[in-house]
C-alpha cells in the first residue's frame, strides 16, 4: 500500500491563513509586522528563496524589504547595514540569506543580528535557548518539519528518529526538537558506518544532506514516516530531493513530497516567527 503523501504546500496555506488573522489584529494595535531580507551576491537559488520569503509576506499583510549587496560587499558594510536594521523599529525580523559569499565570515554576521529580530533562528542565543528548552526563536525548517510529522499523526514519543544530516540549520536544531518530544535521536553523517542499517531503524527517518535520491527504498523501514528536507537541481532541470520518492513511497508509511513537501513549510514558519517578534516588540 502506497504512503500517505504529506502535504505540505496544503499545511502551509492553512497556517498562512492563520496568520492573517494575527496580523490583522497587530495592524489594529498600530503594529504592522515587517521582515528584511538581506541578499548579498547573486547567487540563483537565493535570489529565488528570497523573492518566494516576500511573496508569502504579501500574502499574509507583512511588509517586507529585500536590500541587495553586491558580491564583493565588505564585512563591514554588510554588519553596518545590519546594525541599521537591528535599530529599525519598523522592522521586527532581520534575515540573512544564505550562503553568504566566502569572503564573509558567516557566524560574525548572523550574530551580529539581534537576538530579539532574529527570526531565522541561526543566532547563537536563541540555538542555545533552543539547546535548554527555553523560549526562543527556532530556525525555521526544523519547526516545519516537526508540524509535518504531527500533521501527518505520527507520535515521536518513545520511537526512533533517524536525521541522515547534522548541519546547524536543520540536523542539530531538529535532534534537539524531537528530543523535546521524548524520540530516542541518532544524527548520521558523511563518517557513520553502515547508514542503511541506521536508516532501517527509523519510525521517523529526516533526509537532510543535499544528496539526491540517497535514501533508496532499501534504507526504509516498513511504515515509517519519511521527512525529505532535501531539494536538488538534476543535470536535466528536474528537482529531486534526498529520498527516492517514488521507491520509497511503495515502502513508508507517510512521506513529503520534493517539492511541495518542506519547503513551502520552511517560509511559512519564517512568516509566523516575524509576526511573533512583533507581537513581542508590543508586549
Given at each position: 500500500m502506497a504512503a500517505k503523501i504529506i502535504d505540505g504546500k496544503?499545511?502551509?496555506?492553512?497556517?498562512?491563513?492563520?496568520?492573517?488573522?494575527?496580523?490583522?489584529?497587530?495592524?489594529?494595535?498600530?503594529?504592522?509586522?515587517?521582515?528584511?531580507?538581506?541578499l548579498a551576491g547573486d547567487d540563483p537559488a537565493s535570489?529565488?528563496?528570497?523573492?518566494?520569503?516576500?511573496?508569502?509576506?504579501?500574502?499574509?499583510?507583512?511588509?517586507?524589504?529585500?536590500?541587495?549587496?553586491?558580491e564583493n560587499v565588505s564585512e563591514r558594510t554588510l554588519l553596518e547595514r545590519i546594525a541599521r536594521l537591528n535599530a529599525d523599529r519598523a522592522v521586527h525580523g532581520v534575515l540573512v540569506?544564505?550562503?553568504?559569499?566566502?569572503?564573509?565570515?558567516?557566524?560574525?554576521?548572523?550574530?551580529?543580528?539581534?537576538?530579539?529580530?532574529?527570526?531565522?533562528?541561526?543566532?547563537?542565543?536563541n540555538l542555545g535557548a533552543l539547546v535548554q528548552g527555553r523560549p526562543g526563536f527556532v530556525p525555521g525548517t526544523p519547526a516545519g518539519v516537526m508540524r509535518l510529522i504531527e500533521h501527518a499523526g505520527?507520535?515521536?514519543?518513545?520511537?526512533?528518529?533517524?536525521?541522515?544530516?547534522?548541519?546547524?540549520?536543520?540536523g542539530k536544531p531538529?535532534?534537539?526538537?524531537?528530543?523535546?518530544?521524548?524520540?530516542?535521536?541518532?544524527?548520521?553523517h558523511s563518517r557513520t558506518r553502515d547508514l542503511a542499517a541506521v536508516a532501517r531503524q527509523a519510525d521517523?527517518?529526516?533526509?537532510?544532506?543535499?544528496?539526491?535520491?540517497?535514501?533508496t527504498a532499501s534504507m526504509v523501514k516498513p511504515g515509517a514516516c519519511v521527512i525529505d528536507v532535501g531539494i536538488n537541481r538534476l543535470a536535466d532541470g528536474k528537482l529531486a530531493g534526498d529520498v527516492d520518492f517514488d521507491a520509497v513511497k511503495e515502502i513508508a508509511g507517510s512521506i513529503t513530497p520534493v517539492p511541495g513537501g518542506v519547503g513551502p513549510m520552511t517560509i511559512a514558519m519564517l512568516i509566523a516567527n516575524t509576526v511573533r517578534a512583533a507581537e513581542l516588540s508590543i508586549e
Open positions: 496544503s499545511l502551509a496555506a492553512q497556517l498562512r491563513h492563520s496568520l492573517k488573522t494575527a496580523v490583522a489584529a497587530l495592524v489594529a494595535r498600530g503594529v504592522r509586522p515587517g521582515l528584511a531580507a538581506i535570489r529565488v528563496y528570497v523573492r518566494n520569503k516576500a511573496r508569502a509576506c504579501d500574502d499574509t499583510g507583512v511588509h517586507s524589504e529585500i536590500h541587495e549587496l553586491p540569506q544564505l550562503p553568504l559569499p566566502r569572503h564573509l565570515d558567516a557566524h560574525r554576521v548572523l550574530d551580529a543580528v539581534s537576538p530579539a529580530k532574529d527570526v531565522d533562528g541561526f543566532h547563537a542565543a505520527v507520535d515521536v514519543a518513545g520511537r526512533q528518529a533517524v536525521i541522515v544530516g547534522r548541519s546547524n540549520i536543520v531538529l535532534a534537539l526538537l524531537l528530543l523535546q518530544k521524548d524520540a530516542t535521536v541518532t544524527i548520521c521517523v527517518l529526516i533526509a537532510a544532506v543535499g544528496r539526491p535520491r540517497l535514501i
